[in-house]
């Protein structure tokens, strides 16, 4: 079946005409309609849309077009519902944008359909991208494809449990505090966030604008490696992009790493941490040396204050971002006899609790006479947060750690408890307040159940070509990535 | 008791770019509602802001025109506010790092120059505007996005009169340095008042009041002229004035309480993360200071120097950018500045005005003018004459002397062909010679006349006046002479 290869395998067999983009993603279809009833990665698919973009990529590749000029010419891709593409649904898992549908393409559609690309179905996701297990989603909840009673991971939840099931060649994301690699973590596949401002962020609907990036999740190293080379780069649309050129990552995947120094911070491994996670990520770590890399401890000295410096960055800007959401102009609207009455009913009705959580936090800490306190205070910690990285940048080329302090854990098990939520991002927050980059691969699983375990690594900014050439040559090294869950 | 006023104004200026601030909608005043919109301006869930150069350099170039120090670096933040004509419900604007700081502005006003100084300018977006129907309201986001200036002065200006003329000043200057065309019809510039008043002598400031919603400069000095007597009969009577915000009724000729400050807003500025800040560089900026042009006053007090002109001829060429700039260049050459500037003002803008023409579509040089004036000066022609030269010369084109000469108009200056008319003009009336031999004045004039007639118009009428007086037993001396 099409919809199990990887985007290596596929373009192959595309190029070789030994499958048809029609069948690729009629495959992905007909896999999404077999096993999405009880996953719920899917909010919604415009199925006529899918196939017509399938059938115009066959008669590009009968009229001579290649994967060398269109390297993803008729790999089928979904999207998270937080990514605007044209004509379709945007909902960001939130009932407050109604029937909302975008009437532009994000600048990275726009590139994936420049390569081709199938870019297909709305991905679920916690409302606003506010969540580590998509249990926030206003619509459903998505099931770990491990484990039904198990969450994704989140907030793209919908894209990680998609990948792994099968239901498309790759998925996009958004990773906000460690909202694409979580997710790939606790669902066994491959999660990028790129560094700040190598994807353009226009077309993704802000959270929290300063730590924002799109990335995919992929199947394996080399596919997340091509995705970055298609979305990345500089976006005059996008001021925080970086005008730097975009290598070809897949160039040098050659499994490779003798000499490469990798840290392995302190601070990381310590309590709260599963005893399977935890054995699995030295496991991960002895392997790596036996690749010939060299393995030293370092320190990130704050990294104590990153969930707090998190969440007072990101909800204060996610209470501006998300003010617009207002049944003024689009959307939900619950009427009333005046402006302040239709704003409070609409965006009462409209807004999920944590999100609501998360826009009265960040109103108070930007308020008059706690700013100060708090806002600044968090920035001066990001500041430092960030030393810390660029510190230990100068002694390793790559920092190694878990993606999450467990596996995945029941739905409903953290619903009461916002802290225990926030924690699961305890170790991929610091890379967005730093703007580094990283990625999480799968390096095992728990033995009972058996549930995937992710390997963080992490890596300078603009220092992507180097944790996809260790990851790499990890993947390489072991089988976990072609374990596949029994849907 | 005497009281004192104490008057602060922010003034906001569209600014005069092709574009809005963070899109590339036109920035087009009067198009049909909702028709220069798009994702980014209507702040459609995942759009993002890129800031507008021209305005971020027509920003610099305000700083410099009004003598301010420009900020090394444009950094923006959001000001956090809902209200249904804000797209984002947040405001991007510069809060703690303005455009420029400082500056003043001088302006003619009680006989006299004054100085008001300036807190800052600073660059922001435009909202949309809220129309209300019968049973529903609209909202036209055409103007969501237009780059405006927020220009604030120092607590310097101390009355209606005054605040009056310091807003003209300075849409003067806004108009001559191209930052804005300042169309107070089109809502392009807005003006929000400060004022408190305090017993004279008194240090410290009285409560500060806040006026809005005034749509004109005399709308402004009305606005003062109700609350500054209303705040002294306030404290006058033994009340209290409060901090709030009063609107201006128009209609009505009254402020009434808006809100108090208890109700004030809190903003939650904090820098906006969509957009890096923007620093210049030295080209850049050096480019901006190339665009600077001479303040308007300067312009004025410039042309009553060098020229010797008149305040009111200044004044003309101050408005009158283009007409100025003809005047200087042609002036330039010329010995008797103040001549060229009458035949400008008097003769060449009323002929423009009635014929439609523009100083591009002139047929004749500025060369021709310097001619003209010289022909007159020299006594080639007469007034008369050259008023005819002149309305010849702007039809045609053709130089003013190679007229005179082709059409025979030179004055007759030569003695003997003057007397020899003068002779015959008081053989011709004899009666009128004898009443002015008797005394009677006036009588030269029709004798003048006579000589003028005969001379087709073309004798030197000074030289006519001096022979006749001469050859009627009288002199230019006697303080009877009638000539000019």
């Given at each position: 079946m099409p919809n199990r290869l990887t985007i290596s395998e596929l373009t192959a067999k595309l190029g070789q005409r030994e499958v048809s983009a029609r069948e690729a993603m009629e495959s992905c279809l007909r896999r999404i309609h077999r096993t999405d009833r009880t996953i719920k990665a899917f909010l919604s698919i415009d199925e006529n849309d899918s196939v017509a973009q399938a059938d115009a990529a066959d008669e590009a590749l009968r009229h001579g077009a290649n994967h060398q000029e269109q390297p993803l010419l008729g790999v089928p891709v979904a999207v998270k519902d937080v990514i605007a593409v044209r004509n379709q649904p945007l909902n960001c898992g939130s009932k407050v944008l109604g029937h909302f549908r975008s009437p532009y393409d994000a600048t990275v559609i726009e590139k994936l359909r420049t390569?081709?690309?199938?870019?297909?179905?709305?991905?679920?996701?916690?409302?606003?991208?506010?969540?580590?297990?998509?249990e926030n989603s206003a619509f459903q909840?998505?099931?770990n494809p491990w484990d039904p009673s198990r969450i994704p991971g989140g907030s793209s939840g919908g894209s990680a449990a998609a990948v792994v099931a099968d239901d498309c060649l790759a998925a996009f994301g958004s990773d906000t505090g460690g909202s694409i690699r979580q997710p790939a973590a606790l669902c066994g596949c491959v999660g990028l966030k790129p560094t700040y401002g190598r994807v353009s962020r226009y077309g993704l609907v802000a959270y929290a604008s300063s730590l924002d990036q799109i990335g995919p999740l992929a199947k394996t190293v080399r596919d997340a490696a091509l995705l970055l080379r298609v979305i990345g780069g500089h976006d005059r649309r996008d001021s925080t992009s970086i005008p730097e050129p975009?290598?070809?990552?897949?160039?040098?995947?050659?499994?490779?790493?003798?000499?490469?120094?990798?840290?392995?911070?302190?601070?990381?491994?310590?309590?709260?941490?599963?005893?399977?996670?935890?054995?699995?990520?030295?496991?991960?770590?002895?392997?790596?040396?036996?690749?010939?890399?060299?393995?030293?401890?370092?320190?990130?000295?704050?990294?104590?204050?990153?969930?707090?410096?998190?969440?007072?960055?990101?909800?204060?800007?996610?209470?501006?971002?998300?003010a617009r959401f207002d049944g003024i102009r689009y959307g939900l609207r619950v009427d009333a006899n005046d402006p302040i009455e239709l704003y409070c009913r609409t965006r009462g009705a409209g807004f999920g609790t944590e999100v609501k959580r998360r826009i009265i936090l960040g109103t108070y800490v930007l308020s008059s006479g706690?700013?100060?306190?708090?806002?600044?205070?968090?920035?001066?910690?990001?500041?430092?947060?960030?030393q810390d990285f660029l510190n230990a940048f100068e002694k390793v080329d790559a920092i190694v750690t878990p993606t999450s302090p467990t596996a995945a854990f029941k739905i409903g098990e953290k619903s009461d408890d916002p802290l225990q939520m926030y924690l699961m991002d305890i170790f991929t927050i610091s890379a967005n307040l730093a703007g580094i980059c990283g990625l999480s691969l799968p390096c095992g699983f728990t033995k009972n159940p058996k549930l995937p375990i992710g390997l963080q690594l992490l890596g300078k900014p603009l220092g992507e070509e180097t944790i996809l050439r260790i990851a790499h040559a990890y993947e390489q090294s072991t089988s976990w990535h072609k374990e596949k869950p029994g849907l | 008791m005497d009281f004192e006023t104490v008057i602060g104004l922010e003034t906001h200026v569209q600014l005069k770019t092709k574009s809005k601030m963070w899109c590339g909608c036109a920035n087009e005043f009067g198009a049909p509602p909702n028709t220069h919109v798009c994702p980014v301006c209507l702040g459609l869930p995942g759009v993002l802001p890129v800031a507008n150069e021209e305005a971020l350099r027509l920003t610099a170039l305000t700083g410099l025109l009004l003598n301010g120090t420009i900020s090394p670096q444009a950094k923006f933040d959001r000001k956090n506010y809902f209200y249904p004509d804000m797209p984002k419900n947040y405001q991007i604007t510069q809060y703690d790092r303005p455009s420029s700081v400082g500056g003043y502005v001088d302006f003619e006003f009680a006989g006299g120059i004054t100085r008001v100084r300036l807190t800052r300018s600073h660059l922001e977006e435009d909202v949309g505007k809220n129309f209300h129907f019968e049973r529903h309201s609209g909202v036209d986001f055409n103007r969501a996005g237009v780059p405006l200036l927020e220009i604030v002065s120092e607590p310097d200006l101390k009355s209606a009169d005054m605040a009056y003329e310091y807003l003209n000043a300075l849409k003067e200057i806004l108009i001559h340095g191209g930052i804005s065309d300042c169309d107070m019809e089109k809502g392009m510039v807005r003006c929000d008042v400060n004022v408190s008043v305090r017993p004279k002598g008194v240090q410290e400031l009285g409560a500060k009041i806040e006026i809005k919603n005034m749509n004109s400069f005399s709308g402004v000095r009305r606005a003062l002229e109700y609350e500054i007597p209303r705040q002294i009969e306030v404290l006058r009577n033994g009340g209290k004035l409060t901090q709030e915000t009063r609107r201006w009724d128009d209609a009505a000729s009254v402020t009434e309480s808006m809100r108090t400050k208890e109700m004030a807003h809190d903003y939650r500025y904090f820098p906006e993360p969509d957009l890096m800040p923007f620093v210049p560089s030295k080209d850049w900026l050096e480019e901006v200071r190339r665009r600077v042009v001479e303040l308007p006053l300067a312009r004025k007090q410039r042309f009553m120097h060098d020229y010797q002109l008149p305040a009111s001829d200044a004044e003309t060429f101050k408005n009158e950018i283009r007409l100025g700039d003809y005047f200087e260049a042609t002036a330039k050459q010329a010995k008797h500045p103040k001549a060229v500037a009458n035949w400008i003002i008097n003769n060449l803008r009323a002929k423009m005005g009635e014929t439609l023409t523009s100083l591009d579509e002139l047929k004749f040089n500025p060369a021709s003018i310097l001619e003209l004036v010289e022909l007159v000066e020299s006594g080639k022609i007469s007034t008369k004459i050259a008023q005819d030269v002149f309305g010849e010369m702007f039809a045609s084109g053709e130089r003013p002397g190679a007229m005179v000469d082709r059409k025979g108009l030179a004055q007759v200056s030569d003695t003997s062909a003057i007397e020899k008319f003068c002779d015959e003009a008081i053989a011709g009336n004899p009666k009128v010679a004898d009443d002015y031999r008797a005394g009677k004045a006036a009588a030269l004039n029709f004798l003048k006349g006579q000589v003028m007639k005969l001379s087709k118009g073309k004798a030197n009428p000074s030289l006519v006046g001096e022979i006749l007086e001469r050859k009627l037993g009288r002199n230019s001396s006697n303080g009877k002479s009638v000539h000019r």
């Amino acid at each position: 079946m099409p919809n199990r290869l990887t985007i290596s395998e596929l373009t192959a067999k595309l190029g070789q005409r030994e499958v048809s983009a029609r069948e690729a993603m009629e495959s992905c279809l007909r896999r999404i309609h077999r096993t999405d009833r009880t996953i719920k990665a899917f909010l919604s698919i415009d199925e006529n849309d899918s196939v017509a973009q399938a059938d115009a990529a066959d008669e590009a590749l009968r009229h001579g077009a290649n994967h060398q000029e269109q390297p993803l010419l008729g790999v089928p891709v979904a999207v998270k519902d937080v990514i605007a593409v044209r004509n379709q649904p945007l909902n960001c898992g939130s009932k407050v944008l109604g029937h909302f549908r975008s009437p532009y393409d994000a600048t990275v559609i726009e590139k994936l359909r420049t390569a081709g690309a199938i870019v297909f179905g709305r991905l679920n996701m916690d409302e606003f991208a506010m969540g580590s297990s998509t249990e926030n989603s206003a619509f459903q909840v998505t099931q770990n494809p491990w484990d039904p009673s198990r969450i994704p991971g989140g907030s793209s939840g919908g894209s990680a449990a998609a990948v792994v099931a099968d239901d498309c060649l790759a998925a996009f994301g958004s990773d906000t505090g460690g909202s694409i690699r979580q997710p790939a973590a606790l669902c066994g596949c491959v999660g990028l966030k790129p560094t700040y401002g190598r994807v353009s962020r226009y077309g993704l609907v802000a959270y929290a604008s300063s730590l924002d990036q799109i990335g995919p999740l992929a199947k394996t190293v080399r596919d997340a490696a091509l995705l970055l080379r298609v979305i990345g780069g500089h976006d005059r649309r996008d001021s925080t992009s970086i005008p730097e050129p975009v290598p070809d990552y897949t160039a040098r995947l050659d499994g490779q790493i003798k000499g490469l120094k990798l840290g392995l911070p302190k601070e990381y491994m310590v309590g709260g941490l599963d005893p399977g996670v935890s054995q699995a990520v030295r496991a991960a770590v002895e392997q790596l040396q036996k690749l010939g890399a060299e393995v030293v401890e370092i320190s990130l000295p704050h990294t104590d204050y990153a969930i707090a410096a998190y969440y007072i960055i990101a909800t204060a800007e996610a209470s501006a971002n998300l003010a617009r959401f207002d049944g003024i102009r689009y959307g939900l609207r619950v009427d009333a006899n005046d402006p302040i009455e239709l704003y409070c009913r609409t965006r009462g009705a409209g807004f999920g609790t944590e999100v609501k959580r998360r826009i009265i936090l960040g109103t108070y800490v930007l308020s008059s006479g706690y700013y100060d306190a708090y806002y600044l205070r968090a920035q001066k910690v990001r500041t430092l947060i960030r030393q810390d990285f660029l510190n230990a940048f100068e002694k390793v080329d790559a920092i190694v750690t878990p993606t999450s302090p467990t596996a995945a854990f029941k739905i409903g098990e953290k619903s009461d408890d916002p802290l225990q939520m926030y924690l699961m991002d305890i170790f991929t927050i610091s890379a967005n307040l730093a703007g580094i980059c990283g990625l999480s691969l799968p390096c095992g699983f728990t033995k009972n159940p058996k549930l995937p375990i992710g390997l963080q690594l992490l890596g300078k900014p603009l220092g992507e070509e180097t944790i996809l050439r260790i990851a790499h040559a990890y993947e390489q090294s072991t089988s976990w990535h072609k374990e596949k869950p029994g849907l | 008791m005497d009281f004192e006023t104490v008057i602060g104004l922010e003034t906001h200026v569209q600014l005069k770019t092709k574009s809005k601030m963070w899109c590339g909608c036109a920035n087009e005043f009067g198009a049909p509602p909702n028709t220069h919109v798009c994702p980014v301006c209507l702040g459609l869930p995942g759009v993002l802001p890129v800031a507008n150069e021209e305005a971020l350099r027509l920003t610099a170039l305000t700083g410099l025109l009004l003598n301010g120090t420009i900020s090394p670096q444009a950094k923006f933040d959001r000001k956090n506010y809902f209200y249904p004509d804000m797209p984002k419900n947040y405001q991007i604007t510069q809060y703690d790092r303005p455009s420029s700081v400082g500056g003043y502005v001088d302006f003619e006003f009680a006989g006299g120059i004054t100085r008001v100084r300036l807190t800052r300018s600073h660059l922001e977006e435009d909202v949309g505007k809220n129309f209300h129907f019968e049973r529903h309201s609209g909202v036209d986001f055409n103007r969501a996005g237009v780059p405006l200036l927020e220009i604030v002065s120092e607590p310097d200006l101390k009355s209606a009169d005054m605040a009056y003329e310091y807003l003209n000043a300075l849409k003067e200057i806004l108009i001559h340095g191209g930052i804005s065309d300042c169309d107070m019809e089109k809502g392009m510039v807005r003006c929000d008042v400060n004022v408190s008043v305090r017993p004279k002598g008194v240090q410290e400031l009285g409560a500060k009041i806040e006026i809005k919603n005034m749509n004109s400069f005399s709308g402004v000095r009305r606005a003062l002229e109700y609350e500054i007597p209303r705040q002294i009969e306030v404290l006058r009577n033994g009340g209290k004035l409060t901090q709030e915000t009063r609107r201006w009724d128009d209609a009505a000729s009254v402020t009434e309480s808006m809100r108090t400050k208890e109700m004030a807003h809190d903003y939650r500025y904090f820098p906006e993360p969509d957009l890096m800040p923007f620093v210049p560089s030295k080209d850049w900026l050096e480019e901006v200071r190339r665009r600077v042009v001479e303040l308007p006053l300067a312009r004025k007090q410039r042309f009553m120097h060098d020229y010797q002109l008149p305040a009111s001829d200044a004044e003309t060429f101050k408005n009158e950018i283009r007409l100025g700039d003809y005047f200087e260049a042609t002036a330039k050459q010329a010995k008797h500045p103040k001549a060229v500037a009458n035949w400008i003002i008097n003769n060449l803008r009323a002929k423009m005005g009635e014929t439609l023409t523009s100083l591009d579509e002139l047929k004749f040089n500025p060369a021709s003018i310097l001619e003209l004036v010289e022909l007159v000066e020299s006594g080639k022609i007469s007034t008369k004459i050259a008023q005819d030269v002149f309305g010849e010369m702007f039809a045609s084109g053709e130089r003013p002397g190679a007229m005179v000469d082709r059409k025979g108009l030179a004055q007759v200056s030569d003695t003997s062909a003057i007397e020899k008319f003068c002779d015959e003009a008081i053989a011709g009336n004899p009666k009128v010679a004898d009443d002015y031999r008797a005394g009677k004045a006036a009588a030269l004039n029709f004798l003048k006349g006579q000589v003028m007639k005969l001379s087709k118009g073309k004798a030197n009428p000074s030289l006519v006046g001096e022979i006749l007086e001469r050859k009627l037993g009288r002199n230019s001396s006697n303080g009877k002479s009638v000539h000019r």
